[in-house]
Each structure stands twice: as structure tokens, then as C-alpha cells.
């Protein structure tokens, strides 16, 4: 299964944040968040190359990784999306938020409309995220999204599965 073929970048509105298409004059504001194989951008450059890797894999289908944007400054707080493809009809579901953005409920709309976007535009049969058990701030998000554990992986990190019976 493949990410279908959108005319433009999908944009996601709903109450709380909009997810739109992640772009260049966002990248000095997201340096301390880009992350792409799990390694982690030093550089405004690397940020764009990280970035162009992220637009690649959306282009062939495998991922889709979205700005999330406050409603009022119109600032980028963090970002979140789906990635490593779509197998079987399988969406992992990642988010990072800039620190001083914590807790003010931008990643719990962000995540919901994400969760909703993979289950009715991608056709999602499951999705699911994972986390390490120290990062209690993922776990607690997850668990209010109705998210349940499934497994304890060896790298010490927790895999959940979104639960809509819930």
C-alpha cells in the first residue's frame, strides 16, 4: 500500500491547529526537531537535506509529514506525520514538538486529526507509534488518544496501537 496521489500537498484543519506541507522558511525554526534515520540536524542545511529526503519519500508514497501551525501567530510548533510506508495497511505515527510548546495542546489536535487523516484518506487499517518507556509526556499523549500498548520492543521502547473502540 502507497500513500495516494494528491494534486497538491494535503492541508488538515480542524479545531485546535491546521497540518499543512512543511516549508523552506520553516527550516531555521525546526533545526532543533529535524530528524530524519534518527539523526538529528545541526545546520539549516541539514535541515534541507533532511527535508528534500522527507519530500522524497511523501513523492513516492511512503510517508506524509506535515508542519503543525499555531492558529494565531501562524508560527510552526512541531511536526507530525506518518512514516516508513504503508505496509499491509499499517501507518506508524511520529510527532515532535518544540519545548516551549509543551502542553499547550497543540500535539493531542495535531495527532487526532493525523489519526483521522491516515484512518479516512489513506485507508489505514491500523495505526501505530512508538516511544521509549522514559518518555513519559509520548506515553501519557498517546494513552489520551486511545492509543493502547502492545508491546515492549527490545530497545526499550513501547509500541501502541490506536484503538477506536475506545
Known amino acids: 500500500m502507497t500513500l ?23 527550516l531555521q525554526d525546526l533545526i532543533e526537531i529535524s530528524f530524519y534515520d534518527a539523526i538529528q540536524a545541526e545546520t539549516v542545511e541539514q535541515a534541507a ?3 528534500s529526503k522527507i519530500n522524497k519519500d511523501y513523492t513516492n508514497g511512503n510517508s506524509i509529514h506535515w508542519a503543525i501551525i499555531d492558529n494565531t501567530t501562524q508560527k510552526v510548533v512541531g511536526t ?7 505496509d499491509n ?19 493531542t489536535a ?9 484512518l479516512k484518506n489513506i485507508g489505514l487499517q491500523r ?15 498517546l494513552e489520551r488518544l486511545n492509543f493502547r500498548r502492545t508491546v515492549l520492543l527490545e530497545n526499550d521502547e513501547i ?8
Open 4 to 26: 495516494p496521489q494528491y494534486d497538491s500537498f494535503p492541508t488538515v484543519t480542524g479545531e485546535g491547529v491546521p497540518l499543512r506541507q512543511i516549508l523552506d522558511s520553516d
Open 49 to 51: 537535506e533532511m527535508q
Open 80 to 86: 507530525c506525520g506518518y512514516y516508513r510506508g504503508f
Open 89 to 107: 495497511g499499517n501507518g506508524e505515527l511520529g510527532c515532535v514538538m518544540l519545548p516551549q510548546y509543551y502542553g499547550k495542546g497543540y500535539m
Open 110 to 118: 495535531a495527532m487526532s486529526l493525523a489519526i483521522d487523516f491516515g
Open 127 to 141: 495505526v501505530w507509534a512508538a516511544t521509549s518507556q522514559q518518555n513519559t509526556k509520548a506515553i501519557q499523549l
Open 159 to 166: 509500541e501502541f496501537e490506536f484503538n477506536p473502540n475506545k
